[in-house]
């Protein structure tokens, strides 16, 4: 269902009216999490700024450590409701087990599956029977082969608006978080009629990484990117280290307004 072979054109995703596809580079941004409306509100006004038109935030963070801050759930969701109201940007947002999906489908615009998640299978199922666009993450140790099988979980319940999403995987190389597999993105390409974001941010996990990942990404033909966005990233309950403050942002818009230019 999710290969070209069978789908030659190239699919766009509408996710509450922004699409995702060909012929546009679609900047999602936003905290990694939600902490507070101020906080998020804040993150999006910097995305808005500098030209994102769809407004990231886990309330329901995967954490490798227990101990480490899970998310704020449900009220988390509620926040990135209220500021869609006010900005006007949809939502995408994680979500991490099957029981979960139906509330977070009532509150978000597009459904996340993150790395951790690739091979879940039930919720892969259910995502693909929640009536929403799912954006789904390469799994850290997958293959994309293994990572087209995982969408096409999705489809076979009848939901074929699916973004795959590049986010580095795990190699030898420790000097960044994962390794940005950008040969990733034409390989999906041409494997699948489907959208291929790449997400900068937590393939490096550094902020000096993500302008320059960025870059690369979109001259590999990449459909968009998924940024995080902090405006105290030294306060930050998660992944401070990589997320932009509102200048390093304006840079990036800049820089690929630029780059897309010529392409
Ligand atoms: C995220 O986008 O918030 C996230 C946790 O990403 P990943 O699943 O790629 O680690």
Redesign the pocket.
């Known amino acids: 269902l999710v290969s070209r072979e069978h789908h030659p054109a190239r699919t766009t995703v509408q996710v509450g009216g922004v699409p995702i596809g060909p012929h546009t580079v679609t900047m999602i941004a936003g905290p990694?999490a939600v902490e507070t409306p101020e906080q998020t509100l804040a993150a999006a006004r910097m995305a808005q700024a500098a030209g994102a038109t769809i407004l990231r935030g886990?309330a329901f963070?995967?954490r490798t450590s227990p101990y480490a801050f899970q998310g704020l759930g449900i009220h988390g969701l509620r926040i990135l409701a209220d500021t869609r109201k006010i900005t006007g940007m949809p939502v995408v947002t994680?979500v991490v087990g099957p029981r979960d999906v139906e509330v977070v489908a009532n509150y978000a615009d597009m459904l996340?599956v993150?790395?951790?998640n690739m091979q879940n299978f039930p919720l892969l199922q259910a995502v693909g029977e929640c009536g929403k666009p799912v954006l789904l993450?390469r799994g850290m140790n997958a293959t994309i082969e293994e990572w087209l099988m995982a969408a096409e979980y999705i489809a076979q319940r009848g939901n074929l608006d699916i973004v795959l999403c590049e986010?580095g995987i795990r190699t030898f190389e420790t000097a960044t978080r994962n390794t940005l597999d950008i040969s990733a993105v034409p390989v999906a390409q041409r494997l699948s009629h489907l959208p291929v974001i790449v997400?900068p941010s937590?393939s490096g996990g550094r902020r000096d990484l993500v302008l320059p990942l960025s870059r690369a990404a979109i001259v590999a033909g990449a459909d968009g990117l998924i940024i995080d966005v902090h405006p105290q990233p030294e306060a930050a309950l998660c992944d401070g280290p990589q997320a932009l403050v509102k200048e390093d942002l304006q840079t990036l818009a800049h820089s690929l307004r630029h780059l897309t230019a010529f392409m």
Request: net charge positive; hydrophobic share 0%.
């Open positions: 990694c886990g963070k995967p994680e996340q993150g790395t951790r993450k986010r997400d937590h």
